[in-house]
């Protein structure tokens, strides 16, 4: 199985701020990569897949880059309705595997 | 725009057989992928398995012998069923929808249905 990893685990910051999220995949998915939103007690929103497109709807602030085992999720940003949880996700090849999530919370 | 909603039991005895159905209300259903993903309270997401409207499916291997998705094409539904659950089972469970005539991501999700497999 493709493993997947994200850092940090946890991030602090204010509004205003710029943030990156990293997400590491354990061999080659090319650009096969999602990231989501999730907030308590909801079902996670895509937010990007193919690694950089945006999905129809989401805020510009968003956006991914990446390829092949190094991807990162940047809010340009951060607004109020942002903190919550990220999580990457992999469609290269079965099972599909999520990372483990970063909380962005308050700083 | 397409909307999931999903019903089910929401307490279990251990061993007893898990079952949930999904609805795809305000869109096409054939030609799609939909699956099947969970979360233990406090914990990350976890693929379960897929379904197309032809009935051709994928399991994640760690589920593989307990999972059967199956579907419903004149009722646009599909459907979980997860034999001999134990604690570990304990999640919320989400229905999607993913790509269109080939695997992707998962763009619409139904509102899930916590599960709890205890005595």
């Known amino acids: 199985d493709i493993q997947m990893t994200q850092s940090p685990s946890t991030l602090s910051a204010s509004v205003g701020d710029r943030v990156n999220i990293t997400c590491r995949a354990s061999?080659?998915?090319?650009?096969?990569l999602a990231w989501y939103q999730q907030k308590p007690g909801k079902a996670p929103k895509l937010l990007i897949y193919?690694?950089?497109r945006l999905e129809s709807g989401v805020p510009s602030r968003f956006s991914g880059s990446g390829s092949g085992t190094e991807f990162t999720l940047t809010i340009s940003s951060l607004q109020p309705d942002d903190f919550a949880t990220y999580y990457c996700?992999?469609?290269?090849?079965?099972?599909?595997?999520f990372g483990p999530g970063t909380k962005v919370d308050i700083k | 725009q397409v909307q999931l909603e999903q019903w089910g039991a929401g307490r279990l005895k251990p061993s007893e057989t898990l079952s949930l159905t999904c609805a795809v209300y305000?869109?096409?259903?054939?030609?799609?992928?939909w699956s099947w993903i969970r979360q233990p309270p406090g914990k990350g997401l976890e693929w379960i398995g897929e379904?197309?409207?032809?009935?051709?499916?994928t399991y994640n291997p760690s589920l593989k012998s307990r999972v059967t998705i199956s579907v419903d094409t004149s009722k646009n539904q599909f459907s979980l069923k997860l034999t001999s659950v134990s604690a570990a089972d304990t999640a919320v469970y989400y229905c999607?929808?993913?790509?269109?005539?080939?695997?992707?991501?998962?763009?619409?999700w139904g509102q899930g249905t916590l599960v709890t497999a205890s005595s």
């Open positions: 379904i197309n409207h032809s009935g051709s499916t």
């Open positions: 999607a929808r993913g790509g269109f005539r080939s695997t992707s991501c998962f763009d619409d």
């Open positions: 305000g869109g096409p259903f054939n030609d799609y992928y």
């Open positions: 996700q992999q469609y290269e090849g079965y099972p599909f595997i």
């Open positions: 193919k690694a950089s």
């Open positions: 061999q080659s998915i090319s650009a096969w």
